[in-house]
Nanobody, 122 residues
Framework: QVQLVESGGGLVQAGGSLRLSCAASGRTFNSYTMAWFRQVPGKEREFVAVTAWSVARTVYADSVKGRFTISRDNAKNTVYLQMNNLKPEDAAVYYC???????????????WGQGTQVTVSS
């Protein structure tokens, strides 16, 4: 069992930065693929980024490539999402998720956090 708790969301102006954190419980954190998704009301959950147990393997959505960076600290059981040059269209509830393989599909993830709101003002 893995429990995930996100933090770091908030209000930022366009062009600004935020760093989201996702703290995981459970001793097998470093065996899970960790991902970030986001969702706005009325739309499906959207893939943002994923990192396998080895940080060397990461995948990003085209919409965030070059602006967002996913990283993980297995010693701290934490995954991060550094978001730079934020745009109004990045505003959403951001969720972290844990799964067994690198995937951009929400159903492939077993565990989800409660989400953290990111608001970007123009």
């Amino acid at each position: 069992q893995v429990q995930l708790v996100e933090s770091g969301g908030g209000l930022v102006q366009a062009g600004g930065s935020l760093r989201l954190s996702c703290a995981a419980s459970g001793r097998t954190f470093n065996s899970y693929t960790m991902a970030w998704f986001r969702q706005v009301p009325g739309k499906e959950r959207e893939f943002v980024a994923v990192t396998a147990w080895s940080v060397a393997r990461t995948v990003y959505a085209d919409s965030v490539k070059g602006r967002f960076t996913i990283s993980r600290d297995n010693a701290k059981n934490t995954v991060y999402l550094q978001m730079n040059n934020l745009k109004p269209e990045d505003a959403a509830v951001y969720y972290c998720a844990a799964g067994r393989r690198v995937s951009s599909v929400p159903k492939d993830y077993e565990y989800w956090g409660q989400g953290t709101q990111v608001t970007v003002s123009s």
